[in-house]
């Protein structure tokens, strides 16, 4: 006879209704990880990673030297017209999740570097190794005028990356409400599904339009725990 496991309460494995809490969210949270991972690799492999945005390589982009993204991040332009001028790529790549000049310039809100790479080609759409994008980088830190720069430049406002998250969301979680109307006006996408199991933490996060053109609120869930 195959003996029987005993069988264990939740109470009995977890001393606290907070640590099943946290426990459950940590499992939704590998699942939806899991999950997001999947759908990226099914859209880069559908895509045969041929796209203006597909993820940055530096074996056919050019590899961005330290010193160029030390100056980027600096707002040195006089070092990164330096850089291009004597033959840097424009669109090359570099650091652990190979992201271009132009992330890295938009992340750092410095407008003048990102007009001047923009002038030079640089590729809005291009992605990192995340999936991230240039937009989604100042979207994040709340730089409008780049925002607005890089969606003059046909950035795809929708754009999702690895785990799923878009410009707009990014924007909302820091409550950035202008760069969140800005993406609006241009397209952004307030009820995009989600297929990583995190709906109501989306929906926490995004902003919602009091009129069509009015000004914007965080709903009052998103100080709730997803």
Not at 125 to 130: A, E, I, K
Not at 156 to 170: F, G, K, M, P, R
Not at 208 to 215: D, I, K, V, W
Request: charged share 20%; hydrophobic share 40%; glycine share 10%.
């Amino acid at each position: 006879q195959v003996a029987r496991m005993p069988m264990r309460s939740a109470s009995a494995v977890f001393s606290s209704s907070e640590e099943l809490w946290e426990a459950a969210v940590s499992t939704r949270r590998l699942f939806a990880w899991l999950q997001s991972s999947l759908l990226y690799a099914r859209r880069r492999k559908s895509a045969g990673g041929a796209s203006s945005g597909a993820a940055a390589s530096i074996g056919s982009l050019g590899s961005l030297p330290a010193e160029a993204t030390l100056a980027i991040a600096q707002g040195d332009e006089a070092a990164l017209l330096a850089w291009l001028d004597s033959g840097g790529r424009v669109n090359a790549v570099g650091g652990a999740s190979g992201s271009s000049a132009l992330m890295a310039a938009a992340q750092h809100g410095h407008e003048r570097a990102v007009e001047l790479l923009l002038q030079r080609g640089a590729n809005t759409n291009l992605q990192n190794s995340n999936g991230g994008t240039a937009l989604m980088g100042a979207a994040y830190y709340g730089h409008a005028r780049v925002v607005d720069m890089l969606l003059q430049r046909v950035a795809e406002v929708n754009h999702q990356c690895i785990d799923v998250s878009t410009a707009l969301t990014l924007a909302a979680q820091d409550g950035h409400e202008r760069v969140g109307e800005e993406l609006i006006r241009h397209g952004a996408d307030v009820n995009l599904p989600r297929s990583d199991g995190f709906t109501e933490r989306r929906n926490a996060a995004t902003f919602t339009l009091r009129t069509a053109h009015g000004s914007m609120r965080k709903p009052a869930s998103l100080s709730r725990r997803s």
